[in-house]
């Protein structure tokens, strides 16, 4: 009942310009935009507080995207294939925190996650042939995970 309630609140404020926001910080934790072009990918903001996390991934290019990230402090530190694609499988387990696949151009993907203080690096891997392994071509971005206050 309380969360019935709750959502009936949020609702009646969302339709007032004046309540916009009211509800954007509760218990759901963090949202962080993040948009992708061809090839770009940029969080709006460079670091958060440790808690739940949602990426809202936005895809602005023609090409398909994703967004993978890896607990990683050092986009150079990922091992990679010969052809510039990160090698995936040669990053070990507890560092790959999370993935968003195939978000199509035009579309957006929320990818929720839990995230621990420390360094990350969120990059997309998609590959789409020799001058267009994305990682390559500069997909990647630093994100930062700070202690919960
Ligand atoms: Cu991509």
Same mark, same amino acid.
């Given at each position: 009942?309380?969360?019935?309630?709750?959502? @009936?609140?949020?609702?009646? /404020?969302?339709?007032?310009?004046?309540? /916009?926001?009211?509800?954007?910080?509760?218990?759901?934790?963090?949202?962080? #935009?993040?948009?992708?072009?061809?090839?770009?990918?940029?969080?709006?903001?460079?670091?958060?507080?440790?808690?739940?996390?949602?990426?809202?991934?936005?895809?602005? *290019?023609?090409?398909?995207?994703?967004?993978?990230?890896?607990?990683?402090?050092?986009?150079? #530190? /990922?091992?990679?294939?010969?052809? @510039?694609?990160? #090698?995936?499988?040669?990053?070990?387990?507890?560092?790959?925190?999370?993935?968003?696949? #195939?978000?199509?151009?035009?579309?957006?993907?929320?990818?929720?996650?839990? /995230?621990? +203080?420390?360094?990350?690096?969120?990059?997309?891997?998609?590959?789409?042939?020799?001058?267009?392994?994305?990682?390559?071509? *500069?997909?990647? +971005?630093?994100?930062?995970?700070?202690?919960?206050?």
């Amino acid at each position: 009942m309380t969360t019935l309630h709750r959502l @009936g609140v949020c609702t009646l /404020l969302a339709i007032v310009p004046i309540g /916009l926001g009211a509800c954007s910080s509760d218990s759901s934790g963090t949202t962080v #935009d993040v948009s992708e072009a061809d090839f770009s990918l940029k969080p709006a903001v460079a670091s958060v507080a440790a808690g739940t996390v949602s990426f809202k991934v936005k895809n602005n *290019g023609t090409f398909t995207h994703e967004m993978v990230v890896v607990k990683m402090a050092d986009a150079a #530190d /990922l091992p990679t294939k010969p052809d @510039g694609e990160v #090698d995936e499988d040669k990053v070990p387990e507890a560092k790959r925190i999370g993935e968003v696949e #195939d978000v199509l151009p035009g579309t957006t993907k929320t990818l929720k996650i839990k /995230l621990d +203080a420390g360094k990350y690096t969120l990059f997309c891997n998609k590959n789409d042939g020799a001058t267009r392994v994305h990682f390559k071509r *500069g997909m990647y +971005a630093g994100f930062t995970v700070t202690a919960a206050t």
